[in-house]
C-alpha cells in the first residue's frame, strides 16, 4: 500500500455517504482509519470502533479518537492482531485504490468479520465524464486528491470494482452512486443525484458497496 505524506485535509475527510451507513452498538474496524475522523463519528452511535492505517503520523492522532488503532501494512502483513470474526463491521473508504493487491487486502480481511456482518467499501469511478472528457483531449494528469489521486495505484470503473468484490468471495447487497460534477456544474442538487443514480457509469464519482460473506 502506498504511504502518501500526512495530508490533514484527506486524512480528516469523513465520507458522509458511508457514515449514513452507521450502525449502533456495534464492533467497527476502519481499514486505513487516518486519523480516526470517520471513525470518531461511529462511535457517536455507540459503537467500539478499531482502526489500521500505514502512516505513523495518522496513527498518533487516531489513538487519541478511536478504541484501539494499530500501524499496519496490509500489503506485506496477511494476519492482524484480532480474533477471527470479531467484527460486526469492516470499512474500506476509499482506500483500495491505494493497494498494489487491493484483492489479497479484501479477501484476506473476511476471516475478521463475523458471519453475518457486513463490509461497506467505497470505490472512485475512473469513468466518470470529467475523466472521459479529459481522456477525449489526451489528459490523465494527477492530483492531490480526488479521482486522479496522486497516490492511487489502482483505477476502477463500476464493472471491475464489482468483479473485485466477487472475485474476493463477497456478495453485494446493495451499490449506491456518489454523485459527481454534473453537465452543466449549476444545475440543482437533486438532478445532480438523479443523473448519478439513472447513469451510473457516467456521472457518479464513485461506488459505496454494502457487501457480505457469500
Known amino acids: 500500500m502506498v ?13 458522509p455517504d458511508i457514515l449514513k451507513y452507521a450502525p449502533s452498538n456495534k464492533r467497527i474496524l476502519d481499514v486505513g482509519c487516518g486519523t480516526g475522523a470517520l471513525g470518531r463519528e461511529f462511535k ?10 500505514i502512516s505513523k503520523k495518522s496513527i498518533e492522532i487516531a489513538k487519541k479518537r478511536l478504541d484501539k488503532v494499530i500501524q499496519i501494512d496490509l500489503e506485506t502483513e496477511v494476519d492482524l492482531p484480532f480474533k477471527e470474526e470479531s467484527f460486526d463491521l ?25 458471519k453475518d456482518g457486513q463490509i461497506i467499501i ?21 492530483q492531490k486528491e ?18 473485485l468484490i466477487k472475485k ?19 444545475i440543482s442538487p437533486k438532478l445532480k443525484y438523479s443523473l448519478s443514480q439513472v447513469w451510473k457509469t457516467l ?7 454494502i457487501t457480505k460473506i457469500r
Do not use: M, Q
Not at 122 to 142: M, Q, V
Open 3 to 15: 504511504n502518501p505524506e500526512y495530508n490533514n485535509k484527506v486524512y480528516e475527510y469523513t465520507n
Open 44 to 53: 457517536k452511535k455507540g459503537n467500539v470502533v478499531y482502526g489500521i492505517d
Open 90 to 114: 469492516i470499512i474500506f473508504g476509499d482506500v483500495l485504490e491505494h493497494f498494489r493487491d487491493p484483492f489479497s487486502a479484501l479477501n484476506n480481511i473476511k476471516k475478521y468479520l463475523k
Open 122 to 142: 467505497s470505490l472512485p469511478n475512473i469513468a466518470n465524464w470529467e475523466i472521459r472528457l479529459k481522456l477525449l483531449f489526451g489528459k490523465f494528469d494527477y
Open 146 to 163: 480526488g479521482i486522479l489521486d496522486d497516490t492511487h495505484l489502482r483505477f476502477f470503473t463500476l464493472k471491475t470494482a464489482k468483479e
Open 168 to 186: 474476493a468471495g463477497l456478495k453485494i447487497i446493495s451499490i449506491e452512486a456518489r454523485p459527481g460534477a454534473p453537465v452543466p456544474a449549476r
Open 203 to 209: 456521472f457518479a464519482k464513485g461506488f459505496i458497496f
